[in-house]
């Protein structure tokens, strides 16, 4: 009996000897299994990541020019005493005939401009440049009480504008222009009648496929000479 109480405990502690790492393994496995749960959240967190990042490139592709043009502060008065909002105007573009304004509202200055800043990106607008530095021809524009008149320049004589329209050609990529404005100092009235204009410049290129001929032929109108017109048309790129 003695010996069968031995082998029985002898063939018992293997057992539990087997069991133990069982249970070792079955903590392992635990262990193992939050951990993998953690590296799943952290798995996920880190495709959310990437994702943010491609949006971030596809948004970052583009580079844009923001110019803050005017901040105002309006206060309205409560019971319990005033409450302050602002408005930001902010003009973009990008610097290759494309630029767009827009206003936004809110409570806090940094809020106002990234709506401010959205509602540009919004409504951008395509200008033609001739030579991508200047106008392809004079033109005016109003709104408002607000009249603005533009001029084509010369290489070399810069932005000859004051206020919001330096803005706006700064971020369309102009580098020659002359400009007046009249009628009113209101930044508002002064940007959309900026946008009138430019709304306005037709280019060449655009003329000759609207009405069937060649941009030489138009150019020759001018009095311009056939190897001089021949020679700006090729140099027309849109």
């Known amino acids: 009996m003695a010996d069968e109480t031995e082998i029985q405990g002898g063939a018992a502690a293997p057992e539990a000897a087997a ?11 635990g262990g193992r299994g939050r951990g993998g749960n953690d590296r799943g959240r952290g798995g996920r967190d880190g ?22 043009v005017h901040i ?5 008065t409560v019971k319990g005493g005033k409450r302050f909002g602002f408005a930001a105007l902010v003009v973009v573009g990008d610097g290759k005939g494309r630029a767009g304004f827009g206003h936004g509202k ?3 200055v940094p809020e106002a401009i990234s709506k401010a800043t959205a509602a540009a990106k919004k409504a951008m607008v395509r200008v033609p440049l001739k030579e991508g530095r200047t106008l392809h021809h004079d033109g005016n524009g109003h709104f408002g009480a607000g009249r603005v008149t533009l001029r084509t320049a010369p290489q070399g ?7 919001p329209m330096r803005a706006v050609f700064e971020s369309l990529g102009v580098a020659d222009v002359v400009t007046k404005s009249v009628g009113t100092s209101n930044p508002y009235n002064m940007i959309r009648a900026t946008f009138a204009a430019l709304t306005e410049q037709t ?3 655009s003329v000759a496929q609207r009405r ?18 021949l020679a ?3 140099a027309v790129t849109e």
């Open 72 to 76: 105002n502060r309006v206060s309205k």
């Open 157 to 163: 004589t810069g932005i000859i504008a004051g206020g």
């Open 106 to 108: 809110a409570r806090e």
């Open 232 to 234: 700006e048309a090729e």
């Open 47 to 68: 495709n959310r990541g990437r994702r943010d990042d491609r949006r971030g490139a596809e948004e970052g592709g583009e580079e844009l020019i923001e110019k803050l």
């Open 203 to 205: 280019s060449p290129k």
């Open 19 to 29: 069991a133990a790492p069982d249970a070792a393994d079955g903590r392992g496995r």
């Open 212 to 229: 069937g001929k060649k941009i030489a032929d138009l150019l020759k109108r001018g009095g311009a000479a056939a190897a001089e017109a």
